[in-house]
């Protein structure tokens, strides 16, 4: 299963250097793509904001 960042948020970018696949790309708000993620749960356990959920 998928993680996926909410709307919570804050484009802070934690998330993106700690995936070891690359998943997660940047825009108004990061984003992580399903067909790439691992679900490793990485970005999730660093995530200030408590942003990245299970999917």
Same mark, same amino acid.
């Given at each position: 299963? *998928?993680?996926? #960042? =909410?709307?919570?948020? &804050? $484009?802070? /970018?934690?998330? $993106?250097g700690?995936?070891?696949?690359? *998943? #997660?790309?940047? /825009?108004? #708000?990061?984003? #992580?793509? *399903?067909? $790439?993620? &691992?679900?490793?749960? =990485? ?7 408590? $942003? &990245?959920?299970?999917?």
């Amino acid at each position: 299963m *998928a993680y996926k #960042i =909410t709307d919570s948020c &804050i $484009a802070c /970018g934690s998330c $993106a250097g700690e995936c070891p696949v690359s *998943a #997660i790309s940047e /825009g108004d #708000i990061y984003v #992580i793509d *399903a067909d $790439a993620c &691992i679900s490793c749960g =990485t970005c999730a356990g660093v995530c200030p904001q408590e $942003a &990245i959920v299970e999917d």
